[in-house]
């Protein structure tokens, strides 16, 4: 069994981490350079980027800050935000990052999942998924749909149709962002992340809600989840890295220890 992985976040914003609620109502939290090495030193086990007004401002992703972070630290490292051809693929990876997510792009034209897979591998290509809690109906009967754009478009498509196309055009990852619970800390969306989950044979990331260890131990084990994205919680000092994994150890759910 592999080890359930821990990843903290990086939302940034003009150079800043920021972090909100429902993706609304951002405030400024700190350096991104300074936060990775942090979350580094702390015993993350993989970390996060997201340039989270790139695709909105329709600008490209702050490389500098990218190249920055990965000099910084260790650990596999994502990054996400703006990029909407293989070419700003490559220059992410050139950066230092180890993989690439793409959202919003990838909606637009699904064929750049199937060309970055193909031009550095499907390890290196992650759909990230933003997704809202909507009625059922025959557009979207899952009850979940696909927002992109940092959450203000609806692209009248459903998550788990979305998510298994993005699996057969190449994707290796899938990081899944409920909007319902981003920033509440009230817990993850275990329905959305256990439907995904079970029907995608290729890794799932937890997304949106993390508050207490506890829930990361809800989505790792009733939502099926092989990864658990954390930002609040820790951001703010609530909980260290070390004290999540102690409590998942605990719990007999496998994570790799610091030590």
């Known amino acids: 069994m592999l080890s359930k ?15 909100g609620i429902k993706f609304e109502n951002n405030i400024d939290i700190g350096d991104p350079v300074k936060m990775a090495r942090f979350y580094y030193e702390a015993g993350a086990d993989e970390l996060v980027f997201y340039d989270i007004t790139a695709s909105h401002e329709k600008r490209d992703i702050m490389i500098e ?29 050139l950066a ?14 699904p064929e750049i999942i199937a060309q970055g897979a193909k031009a550095f591998g499907s390890q290196c290509v992650v759909l990230g998924m933003d997704v809202k809690g909507v009625e059922k109906s025959e557009k979207i009967p899952s009850g979940y749909e696909i927002v992109i754009n ?5 692209m ?9 196309r993005a699996q057969e055009l190449g994707a290796g990852e899938i990081c899944l962002n409920s909007i319902d619970a981003d920033g509440t800390r009230e817990g993850y969306e275990l329905a959305l992340t256990e439907l995904i989950s079970v029907n995608v044979d290729i890794p799932v990331i937890a997304s949106g809600g993390a508050g207490t260890p506890q829930h990361l131990a809800d989505v790792l084990t009733q939502g099926k989840a092989d990864a658990a994205l954390i930002a609040s919680m820790t951001h703010y000092g609530t909980y260290t890295v070390a004290q999540i994994k102690n409590f998942l150890d605990d719990k007999g759910i496998k994570v790799r220890m610091k030590w």
């Open 96 to 109: 230092g990052a180890e993989k690439v997510s793409v959202n919003s792009a990838a909606v637009k034209n």
């Open 65 to 93: 800050v990218v190249r920055n972070v990965a000099e910084t630290i260790f650990i596999p490292f994502s990054v996400g935000g703006g990029i909407r051809t293989v070419e700003d693929m490559r220059r992410v990876l």
């Open 150 to 154: 940092g959450g203000r478009t609806y």
């Open 5 to 19: 992985r821990i990843i903290p976040c990086l939302d940034v914003r003009e150079g800043r981490t920021t972090k």
């Open 156 to 164: 009248g498509m459903d998550a788990l149709e979305w998510a298994l």
